[in-house]
């Protein structure tokens, strides 16, 4: 009985052993990249090549793997670049007090703006009567050589007895319009007992405009703002995005409305699309669908109009934005045309916008490392890197993959891999079973021995 119970580990071993398949090799793929990586690093980060969607025979992009100069695969993952939220930044903005008025009024300033050639505020001249004596009764704030929209405003005032302020604060673009951003907030500087209590900070939604003006009431006279800083709103940074320009093919549908079809020729992670008009002044409304492959139904990705229109200016055009749809690894699209002015002989460009993901590899073994691709008959093994990298990234480890390019392309098993190999003896198969089937045997076997045992007499 203790010859069956020592089997049982190596029965588990062959079973494991036989069940994980050969390790893929490099002669498993059809290309290959060398990856000119500096030697030292842990973590390395290579942009996957546009050929990779063209020629990978999975939707996941599971046929590719990364090898060392020994031959062995190293972990790897497929990461997708994520949108980058940049900090808030303070600019310092002009600021000009304005004399006498009613603060509480949008109407237009009582005083001469001087403006330089590109809007910017040079000096600003009351006209009112004796305005030196006329109280402070607003700031204008020269926001005109700023870009990027507004969220608060740090307003500093020199060192004064405890007061509150109840301001407002409007915008305008031209100094003669104005319109409310802020209706009512306090600004607020306290002191008692020793303590201090500051509030300096008015804060509002994103806006973009190029003057404000803060109204400061008469009863905040023993203060004077001397700077003002804007916070800008945070800059969102999309990653960039490669573009395909497909031709198409014009065929006609079931009820005679014209389709055209287009082929990307790759499985590519298309988030975004438009319609490239061959001519100015045109406009159509169109459904783009899409399928992955001539077996699957179409999908529709999008609808709506389409236009190139051209102002009197020649150098002057405006077209439609951008189409954003849902991520998909379609090969195949197709638009119906549903109403058009006409778009001529030529056809209308299909633009595919897509992201291409990042390879992440540890570098284990030596270099120089290759990036292998194509393969019809390889599974995926993709590993948990991104996660590594994440909590290193909170432990604040200072480990960061280390961008590198793409070198030369390499023959490895050539484009016969592309293609679904013979199918030989799957003898692999045949021994697993076999393996299996002797197990229960074997178990079967233990079974009915102890069962004999058990039944004999003492």
Do not use: C
């Not at 109009?305 to 954003?324: A, D, H, K, M």
């Amino acid at each position: 009985m203790n010859n069956y119970w020592m089997a049982i580990p190596g029965l588990l071993l062959a079973v494991n052993t036989l069940a994980a398949g050969p390790a893929a090799t490099l002669d498993d793929f059809a290309f290959g990249y060398r990856l000119n990586t500096a030697p030292g690093l842990p973590v390395y980060q290579v942009v996957l090549p546009e050929e990779m969607y063209r020629i990978s025979r999975r939707d996941d992009l599971g046929d590719l793997r990364v090898f060392n100069a020994q031959g062995e695969v190293v972990p790897y993952a497929l990461m997708r670049p994520v949108p980058i939220n940049e900090t808030s930044k303070l600019v310092s903005l002009p600021v000009f007090p304005v004399h006498g008025g009613n603060p509480e009024s949008n109407g237009s300033l009582s005083v001469k703006v001087i403006r330089d050639q590109n809007g910017t505020i040079v000096s600003i001249n009351d006209e009112s009567p004796e305005p030196n004596r006329q109280p402070v009764t607003a700031y204008l704030i020269d926001a005109s050589q700023v870009t990027a929209p507004l969220t608060k405003l740090h307003v500093r005032w020199d060192k004064t007895e405890s007061f509150v302020a109840k301001i407002s604060l409007s915008r305008s673009d031209d100094l003669n319009r104005w319109s409310t951003v802020v209706d009512s907030t306090a600004l607020a500087d306290l002191v008692h007992g020793g303590e201090r209590l500051t509030r300096n900070v008015v804060e509002f939604g994103p806006v973009k405009s190029r003057y404000f003006r803060l109204a400061w009431p008469f009863g905040a006279q023993s203060a004077s703002i001397v700077a003002i800083e804007a916070e800008l709103a945070p800059v969102r940074q999309e990653p960039a995005a490669a573009w395909l320009r497909l031709e198409g093919q014009r065929v006609v549908g079931d009820e005679g409305r014209e389709l055209l079809t287009y082929d990307a020729g790759g499985r590519f992670p298309v988030d975004r699309l438009n319609l490239e008009l061959p001519e100015h002044n045109n406009l159509l409304r169109a459904a783009v669908w899409s399928r992955a492959n001539d077996k699957t139904p179409w999908r529709q990705r999008y609808t709506g109009l389409f236009y190139r229109v051209q102002s009197g200016e020649p150098s002057v055009e405006f077209r439609n934005e951008t189409v954003s749809v849902a991520r998909n690894m379609d090969r195949y699209w197709r638009v119906d045309i549903e109403s058009n002015d006409g778009h001529g002989s030529r056809l209308p460009k299909l633009e595919l916008g897509w992201v291409g993901e990042r390879v992440t590899f540890l570098a284990r073994g030596s270099g120089p490392y290759m990036l292998a691709m194509g393969g019809h008959d390889v599974a995926g093994a993709e590993q948990p890197v991104e996660q590594l990298l994440r909590v290193l990234d909170q432990k604040n480890n200072g480990i960061h993959p280390m961008a590198v390019a793409v070198g030369e392309r390499i023959v490895l098993g050539g484009e016969d891999r592309l293609e679904p190999g013979p199918y030989p003896v799957p003898w692999r198969k045949l021994v697993l079973w076999s393996v299996l089937v002797g197990g229960v045997l074997l178990l079967a076997g233990m079974a009915v021995g102890l069962m004999r045992q058990m039944s004999k007499p003492e």
